[in-house]
T-cell receptor, first 112, second 114 residues
Framework: GDSVTQMEGPVTLSEEAFLTINCTYT??????LFWYVQYPGEGLQLLLK?????DKGSNKGFEATYRKETTSFHLEKGSVQVSDSAVYFC???????????FGSGTKLNVKP | DVKVTQSSRYLVKRTGEKVFLECVQD?????MFWYRQDPGLGLRLIYF???????EKGDIPEGYSVSREKKERFSLILESASTNQTSMYLC?????????????FGEGSRLTVL
């Protein structure tokens, strides 16, 4: 069945460091891929998405490219800020957005 | 602003009690979901609904039921709460098809069963 695997956390970085959070997926067909972010005490919100192979999603300095050949959707940011501290979830959606599958989440701590 | 509202942010219940978690969305979305969030396990789908009075089991439906009598409201019911149902519960909604696919989440309901 469809599934998402993302790197274990927590990830601790200093401000302005480069961030990569790895995400790989298993899916039949052609899923859409998403990164959601959960700030402390809040629900999840969409960070970025890509709906087909080679698409790049981007938002707030974060980027991820849909790589069909490696079944990956790694999240990157060139220079993290303390305000980026949150839990990041990789997700996929198949079947016309009626079902979503989430990774286990990666907690990011950014120190000043 | 689009909104998904969960009725209770924090609940404390006793083993065996019946628990209702309510969720309302104001976006006229067809799809609504209930997820459970546990550390290290991410989000696991309990039930989802794609229309009024329609529901489908997710990955972990045991011990839960749902009700969707109106399009904007989706309720999660724990018929007899147990300690292993202590968790964060997240409601979400989406519109099927189209080109967005975005899930909109509520802020979550943290349930403790004693």
């Amino acid at each position: 069945g469809d599934s998402v695997t993302q790197m274990e956390g927590p990830v601790t970085l200093s401000e302005e460091a480069f961030l990569t959070i790895n995400c790989t997926y298993t899916a039949t067909g052609y899923p859409s891929l998403f990164w959601y972010v959960q700030y402390p005490g809040e629900g999840l919100q969409l960070l970025l998405k890509a709906t087909k192979a080679d698409d790049k999603g981007s938002n707030k300095g974060f980027e991820a490219t849909y790589r069909k050949e490696t079944t990956s959707f790694h999240l990157e940011k060139g220079s993290v800020q303390v305000s980026d501290s949150a839990v990041y979830f990789c997700a996929l959606s198949a079947n016309n957005f009626n079902k979503f599958y989430f990774g286990s989440g990666t907690k990011l701590n950014v120190k000043p | 602003d689009v909104k998904v509202t969960q009725s209770s942010r924090y609940l404390v219940k006793r083993t065996g009690e019946k628990v209702f978690l309510e969720c309302v969305q104001d976006m006229d979305h067809e799809n609504m979901f209930w997820y459970r969030q546990d550390p290290g396990l991410g989000l696991r789908l309990i039930y989802f609904s794609y229309d009024v009075k329609m529901k489908e089991k997710g990955d972990i439906p045991e011990g839960y039921s749902v009700s969707r009598e109106k399009k904007e409201r989706f309720s999660l019911i724990l018929e007899s709460a147990s300690t292993n149902q202590t968790s964060m519960y997240l409601c979400a909604s989406s519109s099927p098809g189209g080109n967005t696919g975005e899930l909109f989440f509520g802020e979550g309901s943290r349930l403790t069963v004693l």
